[in-house]
């Protein structure tokens, strides 16, 4: 084994590597293992941007780093900042695709909304980023390097998968990711600061419930029957309700974490009170969940789709908290960049749209 002339394999991305495999896979090429934690140190101590960077390493193992374990081509193709201080990135990968990532900086907290898919195939009729269908999944080491460019705008505490795309529709490379960025050798953001949201894939749900890690979960509702939910979400009439409900209140009771439901309003369509009362009887059928109301955030291809007024907003509230459902009201962050909830989308990729 030596540092130079590895046996000729398919280049690995780095930042697809979860940081206990790396002195596998350096034997595996017949490259000395004990390089393992000094690779893991550059990569996630310095954060280098690229090979030539990591000076504590020789430079014939540069290069053949360079060969079998590139570090993903990414790069912020554009950037956009809205008053309220959220910056919305457009992260551009080799093959031209690009996904839209969010900085939502708070008091004590800087969050990162990451994106899973190039596109989202699931059709929520209210959510802009699938509303020209899904174009490919991200690899793992493309939603590391969504972090890993995030970083530069300062330290991100915590990750929401809440981004462009469906995570369970690609759930291996998201989980990979999300453990890498967790990983104490990797840039250790801890599990809990985490939150994966689905618009409710019941066997990703089943699945994280197995995984041995505390990742919070979000579940998109929406809607408190199955004839409303099934308009407007798709993935209702492939997991109804009544597989949807019994599944999350099997993962709070297996894993004793808590579910957070998404409950966007949206004016005259999900916003009466028969819907709060709806909602509230469905949400105390899962032990541990909790209600998420945002005020839906106006997207341009569905017009008719509106902004419900302060006084529905506190009304839902008034009639989860009377049920004793725990319940939060959400501001939506970075309207004027187009960075809210359901408004990320490829406008770079649509001749009359440009990216702003
Ligand atoms: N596919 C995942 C994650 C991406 S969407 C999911 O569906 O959960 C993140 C959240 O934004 C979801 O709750 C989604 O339903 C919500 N959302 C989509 N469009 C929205 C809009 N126009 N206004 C407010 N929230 C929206």
């Given at each position: 084994m030596s540092d130079a002339a590895p046996a000729p394999a398919k280049p690995a991305p780095a930042w697809g590597i979860l940081p206990d495999e790396w002195k596998g896979i350096l034997a595996e090429r017949g490259l000395r293992p004990f390089r393992a934690d000094q690779i893991l140190q550059s990569l996630y101590r310095d954060y280098i941007g690229g090979w030539d960077e990591a000076t504590t390493l020789p430079k014939d193992f540069r290069e053949t780093l360079k060969k079998e374990f590139p570090l993903t081509p990414a790069t912020i193709a554009a950037t956009s900042e809205s008053g309220d201080g959220t910056k919305k990135l457009l992260v551009a990968f080799e093959d031209g695709n690009a996904v839209e990532t969010v900085l939502i900086q708070a008091t004590g907290r800087f969050t990162q909304c990451i994106s899973t898919q190039v596109g989202c195939a699931m059709g929520c009729v209210f959510c802009a980023s699938g509303a020209r269908g899904v174009v490919r999944s991200l690899k793992a080491d493309e939603i590391v390097a969504q972090y890993l460019l995030a970083r530069r705008f300062g330290d991100i505490t915590n990750i929401v998968v809440m981004g462009m795309g469906e995570p369970f529709a690609n759930y291996a490379e998201t989980m990979r990711a999300l453990r890498l960025i967790n990983a104490g050798k990797g840039p250790n953001l801890g599990a809990r600061h985490i939150t994966i949201s689905t618009c409710g894939v019941v066997p990703g749900i089943e699945k994280l419930a197995d995984e041995n890690i505390q990742f919070e979960l979000s579940v998109s509702?929406?809607?408190?029957n199955d004839e409303l939910r099934s308009r407007l979400m798709p993935v209702n009439r492939q997991w109804p309700l009544d597989e949807l409900i019994p599944a999350c209140a099997a993962y709070t009771k297996k894993t004793k974490r808590i579910i957070t439901f998404e409950y966007t309003v949206i004016e005259g369509v999900n916003d009466s009170r028969a819907c709060a009362d709806e909602l509230a009887r469905l949400v105390r059928r899962v032990p541990m969940a909790k209600v998420n109301l945002i005020p839906l955030s106006p997207v341009s291809h569905r017009p008719d789709f509106r902004t419900p007024d302060e006084r529905t907003m506190m009304m839902f509230l008034d009639v989860l908290m009377k049920a004793k459902v725990q319940t939060m009201l959400r501001r939506s962050r970075g309207k004027d960049a187009n960075a809210a909830c359901g408004q990320l989308r490829l406008r770079n990729l649509d001749g009359q749209e440009r990216h702003n």
């Open positions: 509702l929406h809607a408190p």
